[in-house]
């Protein structure tokens, strides 16, 4: 069992509605928690990056949230676009053995319809 | 933030050749790092690139497949050695600096554009 799960794996939504991506994750402790934007062919593109002791973050029209107590983050994504059709993942930072790791998602795959 | 450029950007080889993928950063940074992407999968690690010494592969991959070098801190190569089909795959080159805001400071990963390799 991957210790960051994403869902839905996949999601298709009009333009100009709102969406929320869920992740949910078993590290712990943990640095802090990314979110990225990997849109086809290209890298990933940091979207926010929260330690455990921030709940929300907004970049944009970007909004996470974190609950350490819980282990989850949300992604919300308002008014959407077509140019949001991508996919999210989302990354937890975690000490490990004297240094660290980047434990990766699954990823949710969003594609946004005219 | 870091800017990283990777050659080349996408290659089709024959099983059996090696191919070599160059990663550029326009600043110096400490911490590199060479990923693999397969179709529809996240993101695993492959090894970190040291500058100066060899690099640190995470378990399933070994040099011998996967060498790296690392000669300063702006530059490192992946080289996929007697390739088959399962290496098609995207590769990608990520570094990390040390960022900050009113919470405190952390270190944000920035990644390349990636390398998509197809093996025939």
């Known amino acids: 069992k991957n210790q960051v799960e994403q869902s839905p794996q996949s999601l298709i939504i009009l333009e100009g509605k709102n969406c929320t991506l869920q992740c949910n994750y078993t590290v712990s402790p943990f640095s802090n928690l990314r979110w990225y934007k990997q849109d086809t062919g290209r890298g990933p593109v940091s979207l926010t990056i929260?330690?455990?002791?921030?709940n929300t973050k907004s970049n944009g029209r970007y909004t996470a949230t974190l609950d350490a107590d819980t282990k989850q983050s949300s992604l919300h994504i308002t008014a959407s676009q077509l140019s949001d059709s991508a996919s999210y993942i989302c990354?937890?930072?975690?000490?490990?053995?004297?240094?660290?790791?980047?434990?990766f998602g699954t990823g949710t795959r969003l594609k946004v319809l005219a | 933030s870091a800017v990283i450029s990777q050659k080349p950007s996408r290659d089709i080889c024959q099983r059996g050749t090696s191919l070599t993928i160059q990663c550029q950063v326009d600043s110096q940074v400490t911490m590199m790092f060479w990923y693999r992407q397969q179709p529809g999968q996240s993101l695993t690690l492959i090894a970190t690139?040291?500058?100066?010494?060899?690099?640190?592969?995470e378990s399933g991959f070994v040099i011998d497949k996967f060498p790296i070098s690392r000669p300063n801190l702006t530059f490192s190569t992946l080289t996929v050695s007697n390739m088959s089909p399962e290496d098609s795959s995207i590769y990608l080159c990520?570094?990390?600096?040390?960022?900050?805001?009113?919470?405190?400071?952390?270190?944000?990963?920035?990644f390349g554009p990636g390398t998509r390799l197809t093996v025939l």
């Open positions: 990354v937890v930072r975690a000490p490990l053995s004297g240094t660290y790791k980047y434990i």
């Open positions: 929260m330690t455990f002791s921030e």
């Open positions: 690139a040291n500058q100066g010494s060899e690099a640190t592969y």
């Open positions: 990520s570094v990390e600096v040390s960022g900050g805001s009113t919470s405190g400071t952390y270190n944000e990963q920035f």
